[in-house]
């Protein structure tokens, strides 16, 4: 499966902004799929996960009632809904998903990765 993140920009501290990832190549509904950011001198860190049915979804507590993650299974994407934006936000973020069901914030449970989409939040 291919993945494409896009929705990245520079807003100010406040703002939201929504990411989308787009799958394609075989459907992205047999996938569990997460969002994670990484940035300069960080390691990659969990942001949002989504399990393939959907009834499911899970936010660390740095972005829990700012973050939402949702998917669209008749476009083959998965959105991550961002409010409230923190300079401390700024990072580049990837969609991912994982065959079998993952430990959700590990990354190296997810075994496609989109190209990442930089996120810059300015106080």
């Not at 409010?83 to 936000?89: A, I, Q, R």
Request: hydrophobic fraction near 35%.
């Amino acid at each position: 499966v291919q993945l494409q993140a896009s929705g990245g920009g520079l807003v100010q501290a406040g703002d939201s902004l929504e990411l989308s990832c787009a799958a394609s190549g075989r459907t992205g509904s047999t996938y569990d799929m997460g969002w994670f950011r990484q940035a300069p001198g960080k390691e990659r860190e969990f942001v949002a996960a989504i399990t393939r049915s959907g009834i499911r979804t899970y936010h660390p507590d740095s972005v829990k009632g700012r973050f939402s993650i949702s998917r669209d299974y008749a476009k083959n994407m998965v959105s991550l809904q961002m409010n409230n934006l923190k300079p401390g936000d700024t990072a580049v973020y990837y969609c991912a998903a994982a065959v079998t069901a993952p430990t959700v914030w590990d990354p190296n449970g997810y075994d496609y990765w989109g190209q990442g989409t930089l996120v810059t939040v300015s106080s």
